[in-house]
């Protein structure tokens, strides 16, 4: 047997750590020095971290090159890098979720799958000549959001409002939402059509630069669509409780399943095959999309983990009594981190839904959803570097290394790894129950920069 | 009047852990509840910041009738509420502690001059400002409990045993600093089992028997009341 390439997998692994913790480290640096523009100063922080993150993207970019034919990273790895930056995604959602707030959810799954279907139909329509799916998408996530928040202004100003009252006026604004955008849409898409391409023939809008932007799009909207139905669910079923709201998003993830499975029968989405699975996704995610996506969550986790309301997260899961004697709003508190949460799920839907091109419900079972929840306890609840050291570490290790190392076994032994990684996250958790990393690197363990420091201030903000 | 409950009564599932009380407290005063464990002591002061909602009776603060206004609305109108048994926020610093006590204070001027108001009666909390809450002493936490009820500048702090769990020389040192943030203007409802100590600092004090008052006055004739004495400091 031939073990070279498990060895070079494996050195690959600590390369990749490697890399995460110079990531890491590169967009916390801080410079102390100012520039001044006009009569604004600046830190100039900001710049160098900017500049250390296109290196760090460049650098893989530049692996995943073909020089004449060869490249230091194929296109396997490209596979393994995508997977575990939506991987990455999903986690620190849940991580929000469960290992911040303390809500025990396995809903996470769902919200993946609802970005990841809804991105999908909105390119697979632009790229065969219907441009519905992102209007109707597009229009019914401002719509909704806008009537939301009006149903919310509304709402603050009555006293105390029975949940399932409050509930059900916000079912009603969503679904309003939704009719007003399917009318939308059925207004404005005959005059986008004609420009579109079809699947014999693309259209000028259905390549290059557009068909980018519809990309982005798409997937912006699937990840506030996701956070849309997060809000509504999570409105009546958060109030339950941390175990009841874990059965509940247990039923909710079996029922997107189940959606998924009869799509086609059941919704009006035909071109998503349901159980067949749905085919001919654009595969547009690069390395820049799927890196640019990573960053942005992780950008928002960080920011919003140590902002106040970060804090408020955090005490709601330490102590509800506590918290609410504070004056801090439990119930929207819960709300918040479950929304943003989902919001990070359905992004990483819609990611991956372009980097497989096939969507089938297999991929959304409540089984393969225990993923996300095994890499957050493994890299530590409530530790957002350990969640993304975890989410490499797991992708890289599990389908990278021990895939191949077992291959070379037998052509069953593969399937092993499921029975190894349970194995090992027990092992883990009689010796570091804490999870694997019970630290922050970098960026992710420095406060937020007060946009302007007075001098109270200075004495007591934590730089590292 | 600062506050005034009316006849409350409140239940758990089917317990009827309040029978109808009615008591208040005035502009400046130190009231004291003592009673027994189980009285319904803690249920009382949960009720006043909207953690429990009575069944029938009414809560008014400054003459607004605040039954049922949500705790952050509460907290909002001037009442604070040290919880029993501390409560402290174990993974956030003792300076992050006290910054959540300020939660709904938005000027940063104003917390900073609160916190430094806090470490004036609690110096040892400033000599562990960046400890977490959670390695502290149990009369460190219980301070920073304390002084986390007073970082949002209440009119009224509700105090459920500031001195359980703590040494003698704590306990008298608690009871100073709670009579040093009265003399400074804040009302004070206090809940112990050391009625001793709260009779000592309070002006008026209400007995608590199973859910129901059935003493009231100022702390002098209560302290001097033969049955109290009998029942409660075990003379
Ligand atoms: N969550 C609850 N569910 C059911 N019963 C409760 C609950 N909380 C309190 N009780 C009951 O209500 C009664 C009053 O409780 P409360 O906590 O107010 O007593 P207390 O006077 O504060 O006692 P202690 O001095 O021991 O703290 C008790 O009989 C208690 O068992
Ligand atoms: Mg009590």
Redesign the interface.
Known sequence: MDFLPTVLSLVKIVVVIAYLYGLLWVLGVRVGKKITIGKQSFDISILVNALGALVAFFVVQLALTDFNGFSLLNAFDAGLLYQACTMVMVALGLNLIYGFNGQFSLGQWGFYGIGAYAAADVTYRWTNGDSRGLVVLGSGVVIGMIILVLINKALSNL??MPVLSSFTLYLIGALFAGFLAVNVGRWVAPFLDPYLGNALGPGPLAEGAALQVVYFLAVVFAGLFAAGISFLFGLPVLSLGSDYFGIATLGFSIVIYTLMVNSDTVLPFPEMKGGRGMIGIPKLTTWAWAFGFMLLVIIIMRNLIRS?TG??I??VR??E?????????VASTKLLAFVAGSLFAGLAGGVYAHYIGFLSPGAFDFLVGFNPLIIIVFGGL?SMTGTIVAAFGWIFFLEGSLRELLGKISTEAPSWRYVLYPLSLLLLMLVRPKGLLNTEWGFLKARLIPLRR?N??QG?TNHE | MLLEVKDLHVYYGAIHALQGVSFDVKEGEIVTLIGANGAGKSTILRTI?G?LRPRSGTVWFKDTNIT?????KI??AGI????EGR??????TV??NL???A??VND??EV?RMMERVFRSFPRLKERINQLGGTLSGGEQQMLATG?GIM?KPSLVLLDEPSMGLSPIMVEEIFRIIKEINESGTSILLVEQNAQMALSIAHRAYVLETGNITMSGTAQEIADNPRVKEAYLGV
Not at chain 1, 321 to 329: L, T
Not at chain 2, 68 to 72: D, I, N
């Open positions: 006293r105390r106040s804090r408020t955090l005490s330490e102590d009594i506590a918290a609410r004697a504070m004056g801090v709003d409530g007075t109270a201030q007591g | 910041s953690l049922h206004t949500p705790p952050e907290v909002q604070s509420h040290v919880p409560k402290i926020f174990a993974p956030l300076r992050e910054e959540m006590g939660y709904l940063k001027a900073q986390r949002n």
